[in-house]
C-alpha cells in the first residue's frame, strides 16, 4: 500500500507550482516597473493629460493666432494670443494655466524651463506648431512620455504673429 | 491504514493550486496589458496631432476616400506639398483609414501591434471610419485615432 508522495509526484509538483511562481514574479516585476517606474513621471500621468486637453481645448475654443516664449530666472512664460488672454508658467516643480497650478509628483522630476518650439509653414497658408515642455527625471530628458506636448494646425489670418523659431 | 496521500489526492491538490495560480497569473497579465495601453494607445497628444490632422486631410480630399476594411494613406493619397512635413513632424509612420464598423480583415498584412490596437477599439456605425495614426517615437509603436465621418 502507498503511504506518501513518490519522489515523482514531489518533483512535479514543485515543478508546476515554481513554474507559475516564476511567471507570477516576472509579472508582477513588469507591473511594478510600468506602474512606478522612476524613469518617467509614472504618477503625473493625469495631469499631463489634464494640462494638454485645457491647452488645446483653449487653442480650438480661442482660436490661437500667436505665441511668444519667455524666459527668465527660475521660469518660463508662454503669452498664448488667443481671443482671450491665457498665459502659462512653467516652474520646475509646476505649471500654472488657467488659475490652476499643476505641481509635479513624481520623483526626482522636474520641468525642463528650455521649452522646445518648432514653427512650420503648410500649404494654402496653414501652419504647424509644436510645443513641447520635456520633464527630466534627475536633470535628463529619459522620454517623450512623460513631455507636455501641444500641437496645432490653424490658417494664416491678419492677426497672426507667431516667433519662427525659439532658442532657450 | 491509509497514512499520507494518494497520487489522486495529490494530482487534485496541484490542479486546485495551478488553476488558482494560472487565475491569477491571467489578472496581473490583463493589469499589465491594460496599464501599457494607456501609454502606447490614445496619448492625449497624440490624440490632437491626430484630429489636426483629420482637419488638414479633410481639406484635401480625406472624405471622398473609401474603403471596404483598411486603407494605408500615404502622401501620395493627398495634392499636398507639406504632407511628408507633417508626418515627419508628428513622428507618423503610417495613417490608416479603417471601416467604422469593422468585421474581417487580413491580419497577416498589418504588424501585429496594429492588430493589437484595432482590437482594442470598439467598432460601431457612429462614424464611418476611423484615421489611425501609428507613431514610431524611441524605438517604439503609439497609436491614435479619430472618428470621420
Known amino acids: 500500500m502507498k503511504k506518501g508522495f513518490t519522489i515523482l509526484e514531489l518533483l512535479i509538483s514543485i515543478t508546476l507550482i515554481s513554474i507559475v511562481l516564476l511567471l507570477l514574479l516576472k509579472i508582477m516585476m513588469s507591473f511594478y516597473y510600468i506602474n512606478d517606474s522612476d524613469d518617467y513621471a509614472s504618477k503625473d500621468e493625469i495631469n499631463r493629460a489634464l494640462i494638454i486637453k485645457s491647452v488645446e481645448s483653449d487653442f480650438l475654443n480661442y482660436n490661437l493666432n500667436g505665441l511668444k516664449i519667455l524666459k527668465e530666472n527660475n521660469k518660463t512664460i508662454i503669452d498664448f494670443k488667443l481671443d482671450e488672454k491665457k498665459v502659462m508658467e512653467i516652474k520646475e516643480n509646476y505649471i500654472i494655466y488657467n488659475d490652476e497650478k499643476y505641481e509635479l509628483e513624481s520623483n526626482n522630476a522636474k520641468y525642463d524651463l528650455c521649452v522646445q518650439y518648432t514653427y512650420v509653414d503648410l500649404d494654402d497658408d496653414y501652419y504647424l506648431i509644436k510645443i513641447n515642455i520635456p520633464v527630466l527625471i534627475n536633470g535628463k530628458n529619459t522620454t517623450v512620455d512623460d513631455d507636455l506636448q501641444f500641437t496645432y494646425i490653424g490658417l494664416k489670418n491678419n492677426e497672426t504673429s507667431y516667433q519662427e523659431s525659439y532658442a532657450c | ?149
Open chain 2, 1 to 149: 491504514m491509509k497514512r499520507g496521500f494518494a497520487l489522486l489526492e495529490t494530482i487534485v491538490v496541484i490542479t486546485f493550486v495551478t488553476v488558482s495560480l494560472l487565475l491569477l497569473y491571467g489578472t496581473f497579465t490583463n493589469l499589465v496589458d491594460n496599464k501599457r495601453k494607456t501609454v502606447l494607445y490614445d496619448d492625449m497628444a497624440n490624440i490632437y496631432k491626430i484630429y489636426y490632422l483629420k482637419e488638414y486631410l479633410e481639406l484635401n480630399g480625406l472624405k471622398t476616400m473609401e474603403t471596404s476594411d483598411i486603407l494605408k494613406l500615404s502622401c501620395d493619397n493627398f495634392n499636398l506639398d507639406s504632407c511628408s512635413l507633417i508626418y515627419d513632424e508628428f513622428s507618423i509612420a503610417n495613417l490608416y483609414l479603417v471601416k467604422g464598423n469593422l468585421q474581417d480583415y487580413e491580419e497577416n498584412n498589418y504588424f501585429s501591434n496594429f492588430n493589437k490596437y484595432l482590437d482594442s477599439l470598439s467598432y460601431n456605425d457612429k462614424y464611418k471610419y476611423w484615421l489611425i495614426g501609428e507613431f514610431w517615437v524611441e524605438g517604439q509603436y503609439y497609436y491614435a485615432s479619430i472618428g470621420v465621418n
